[in-house]
Structures are given as C-alpha cells and as structure tokens.
C-alpha cells in the first residue's frame, strides 16, 4: 500500500518557469491537501480539495493553482515560479474532516526556484 | 487571531523523559494534534485531544487544557530514535489545521 506518493521529490527551476507537482494517493480519501514548508514557519496550507472536481484556497494560495479531476489524484501548478516559491512541498489526504483529522503526507517535493 | 506556539529546539538524554509545550489562541477548536517529523521525512500522526486530560499511547502521552489553551507532549525513556520535530497543530472552527512551527528534540546518549 503506497499510500500518498508526490512527484517529483527534487526541482530546480528558473524564475518564470512552470511546472506541476502530482500528488496520488491509494487509500480513497476524499479530502486532499497541498502544503508548503519553510524554515521557523508551521506547514502552510496552499491550496485543498473536499472531493473529486472541487478545490478551495488555503492560507498561501497567491502563484498556485490545483485540480482535482480524479479523486486520487491532486496537482499543484505554479505558473511563473517566483524565489519565494523555493520550499518543501508536502501533499496530504484524510479521510474527512472530523474529529479524527489524522492527515497522511507523503514525502514532500523540494522545489528551488533560482 | 488565531496563533500557537512551541519551542524551537530542546535537549534530553536517552532514557530520560522530556515534556514539549504548545500553547495557542483561537476563537474556535475543534481538537489538537502533534505530529512527529524526521529531518527529510514526511510528518507522521502521533496524537489527537479533543477533551481536556491525558491520552496515553505507549511511550507518548499528549495532554489537553482548552481553558489554559495549552497542551504537551511528554516522551518517556527517550530513544535516540525519537530525536525529531514535533508538530504541534489545533483545528479550528473550519476544521482546518493552524500548526506550530515546530520543536526540533536532539537526544544525547
């Protein structure tokens, strides 16, 4: 059982340039999360899905963009990466949002934009 | 507001026992949580208090006071295993998580 699985663990990029971040996870949860790590900072919540075709913003949501077009599956776009963009990024899926809230993460995704 | 807080780093000896505090604010609760993070690795679950008291799991105990809104992790016969952050987190009234930055715990033989 995989669990939640991110790809790629490792980037590098150029201010401006694009890519995705793909988070997939086998345990038919329907909630699912995109956060961001910083050093002295709490996990950041960027952007979150409640279910297979809905996406809402987080706290940090301002250069991202998600779709949830399948439930297990959740990206993470960033258009025109910014420096402010190099972090840790770290997917997440619960089964809901009640009392239990036990979130599964995968193993993050190390971003630097130059 | 909404704020929480913790240590940034404490330091125990394996085979002791150590107590990590976080203290928050909120208007709205809905339970808090730690979670343990290994350099590198992904956050893992460690506890939920949604009622004041102590909930005890093996080695870890986690415990709540919504009134003081503060709560502990206290971690018995240290392993150098447990040498890790600790996340702690609450949810609030939207049943989103509002985390602490973290206490890195270094253990010494």
């Known amino acids: 059982n995989a669990g939640v699985t991110q790809t790629p663990k490792f980037r590098v990029l150029k201010t401006g340039q694009s890519m995705t971040l793909l988070c997939a996870q086998d345990?038919?949860?329907?909630?699912m999360y995109w956060y961001r790590q910083d050093p002295g900072m709490g996990l950041r919540l960027i952007h979150y899905s409640v279910g297979e075709g809905t996406t809402a913003k987080g706290e940090v949501p301002d250069g991202y963009n998600v779709s949830r077009l399948k439930k297990q599956n959740f990206l993470l776009g960033l258009e025109s990466a910014a420096p402010s963009q190099t972090s840790v990024y770290f997917c997440a899926s619960s089964l809901g949002t009640s009392e239990i809230g036990e979130l599964f993460f995968g193993e993050g995704s190390r971003l630097t934009v130059l | 507001g909404q704020n929480i807080d913790q240590p940034t780093e404490m330091t125990a000896t394996e085979g002791a026992i150590v107590q990590i505090n976080c203290t928050y604010q909120?208007?709205?609760?809905?339970?808090l949580f730690w979670y343990q993070q290994h350099a590198g690795e992904a956050p893992t679950f460690l506890s939920y208090?949604?009622l004041d008291g102590l909930e005890e799991k093996g080695r870890f105990s986690s415990f709540l006071s919504r009134s003081k809104g503060y709560s502990y992790l206290l971690l018995k016969e240290l392993q150098m295993k447990d040498s890790a952050s600790y996340l702690c987190?609450?949810?609030?009234?939207?049943?989103?998580?509002?985390w602490g930055a973290g206490t890195k715990l270094i253990i010494k033989p």
């Open positions: 909120t208007s709205g609760f809905n339970g």
């Open positions: 345990m038919n949860h329907e909630y």
């Open positions: 208090n949604v």
């Open positions: 987190a609450f949810q609030d009234s939207n049943y989103q998580l509002i």
